[in-house]
């Protein structure tokens, strides 16, 4: 097991790392491994000489060879595997070359490439990272995460792999969500690699492709329900803050009916947060918020449409009932803003079998007495469009174009600026394409996705796709959380997380710029999320209490850069 680095401040300023490791050992740890880039000093120093090639190189030498490897690779699966393997080679140098080339590769260490990554998860896989807790040893999970590979960790993310993106139950082979996810912790939100934790909840898997796939790694048994996967839930909260209690937790891809429960149920046991619930919630308000202010309908007059009452799409709304509400409208009337459909078309009082979290968005059947059309037939998206007139479609239902030219047509017909968000991930699952929706509304809506897309040329105009990326949010609200030693997460830090992100839209100042920045501006973007957060932990009383400029000044300090730093070596 290894310790994190010990800093040490040298006689002419700088700052070194003291190391116990040495030799392979040292260019087999991934976080400190410099590679060719060692100095012949540190080479005699740690016993490496002979075991790299002679030329001392530099990181920005090293940059151009792999980023000239990388373009070698033809697919994008291909090009995932082989910043992965940097990855577990050299962590400064796989960042640096991210941040480098940022909204090249963003897609490919997350969405959308992740997903097929997921599929394949039991094949490509390599090197150990992280650690898979299984249901075969549910006495022993507090033992399990002392085998982490360091001692300090800021950020968890876990995942049960039934949920992974709009792909279901992939068992094990979710592991590739947390550790895509901990990537742009670092990469977007400072938070240093070597205290973060994936984790992988292996509590078997209905897949049948995986049961019978002879190469599949994880647990041979029907995923685990009712009692016993409660159970061993509770089994894993504990182990947790038995051995990390002032970690954040971050609930990863958990299927419907359980993300929601265990947000519930831990919310204010742990510092945790579900990141499907609650950061696709931040980022969608976000959007709206800004669209608002580019459209000049305010908050308050919006009326919203979402596709998909899952735990994403009343996440969503849970977020916009709270931006009314703290825009002075009451819990009742900010409902009335919002319609959400079903696969069984729009929740109204009457609809059978609805789940708790989605009975507070289900209209009175007063509501839809005049419609056309018989009382008691289903009232589909686009009845509910053309009724409602809304200023803003969500969608999160995971149906291939859900959104199609007659829905959106009649969206348009009613608002001059529509606003149209399809979030359903990876880019298979989006409810429609950004080219047929700019056609559709005459080049007029304010668009954001869930999985990239190119910018779309109409009419002489060039009009960016922002990529509507829950990573626009949970980086800065990680570091807020680790900077400020917040004990808790808040719906306001959300909020004011969507506010900050908002603010920063480039829609504001040109309308075929995009609604969210881009990727070139999100460690800007995360700082101020950080600062916002950590802020609002300490209003609240759930952190010691510190002055802004000291909250800022923490969140600069732990803030990691991928730069090699000099290196000694602890006898």
Partial sequence: MLENAKSRKEPD??????????????????VYNKGSAFTDEERTEFGLHGLLPPHVGTIDEQLDRRYRDFLERRTELQQHVYLRDLQDR????????????????????????VGEACRYFSRIYRRPRGLFLSAERRGELASILENRPFREVDVIVVTDGERILGLGDLGIGGMGIPVGKLSLYTLCGGIDPSRTLPITLDVGTDNPESLADPLYLGWRHPRLRGAAYDDFIDDFVRAVQQTLPDAVLQWEDFALPNARKLLDRYRDQICSFND?????????????????QVTGIALPDQKVVILGAGSAGTGIADGIVAA?????????????????VDRGGLLIESTPDLQKFQQRFARPTADVRNWSGPGDRLLGLGEVVENVQPSTLIGVSGQPGAFTEPVVRALARHVKRPTILPLSNPTSRSEATPAD??????????????????????????????????????????????????????????????????????AL????????????RIVEVSRSIARSVAIEAVHQGLADPVSPDELAGRIDQRWWQPHYQRMRRHH
């Fill in 437 to 506: 929706l700019v056609a559709w509304t005459e080049g007029r809506a304010l668009i954001a996705t869930g999985s990239p897309f190119a910018p779309v040329s109409w009419k002489g105009r060039t009009i960016r796709i922002s990529q509507c990326n829950n990573a626009y949010i949970f980086p800065g609200l990680g570091m807020g959380l680790v900077a400020s030693g917040s004990r808790r997460v808040t719906d306001s830090m959300f909020l004011g997380a969507a506010r900050k992100l908002a603010d920063a839209s480039p």
């Fill in 324 to 340: 009314l509400v703290a825009e002075g409208l009451s819990e009742r009337e900010a409902l009335q803003r919002i319609w959400m």
């Fill in 90 to 113: 050299n962590e400064v140098l796989f960042y640096r070359l991210m941040a480098e080339h940022i909204a090249e590769m963003m897609p490919l260490i997350y969405t959308p490439v």
């Fill in 509 to 520: 100042h040109d309308l075929d710029a995009g609604l969210f920045p881009s990727w070139e």
């Fill in 276 to 292: 499907d619930i609650q950061g696709t919630s931040a980022v969608a308000v976000s959007a709206v918020i800004a669209a608002g």
């Fill in 13 to 30: 300023g700088q700052v070194s790392l003291e190391l116990t490791l040495a030799g392979l050992s040292l260019l087999d740890c991934p």
